[in-house]
């Protein structure tokens, strides 16, 4: 018995997930990369593609263009004209490096919300208000979200249709 328990978690591999194939990984690794670890290698990959997106205009980016670790991040979006956007704004604000790549990773994971998150926003608004206001009660809930759907059909709510 502990020998078969034994071997389904010898097979269990350890830490991240890998992101691309193995032939990707090669190909980094082809390029003869500083750095001893895939990681390191990784982000050498990422620092050069946000290195080449940003240095037709060195004098604006150079505060991302001085920190390796915002170089890094900013490659993983992969995209030149996202890389230079995200870059502005990190050096309009002068961040460091611990602040810029938060804000970096919040940009590039957020997904959009959908109608759960916002039945929760809605709940967390009722829950705060009724803190505030002890004689609230469900009808008179329910009659506001009937109100706030009477808002939604006429023209004075900003939601476009669909």
Known sequence: MTDLISEIVSKNRRG???KYTAEVYQAVAALKLPGKSPRSQQNY???AIAYAALMEDQKRFAHALKRATILSELGRFQDADKIRE???RICEVKWNSRRAIARLRH???RRRLDAYDLSRAFTRAINHFSERQPYI???M???AMRLCEESLESKSCTIPPG
Do not use: D, L, N
Request: glycine share 6%; hydrophobic share 40%.
């Open 107 to 109: 940009w590039r994971r």
């Open 86 to 88: 995200f870059a502005g």
């Open 137 to 139: 009660t469900k009808a």
């Open 141 to 143: 809930v329910r009659e």
């Open 16 to 18: 991240r997930p890998a």
């Open 45 to 47: 990959f990422y620092r």
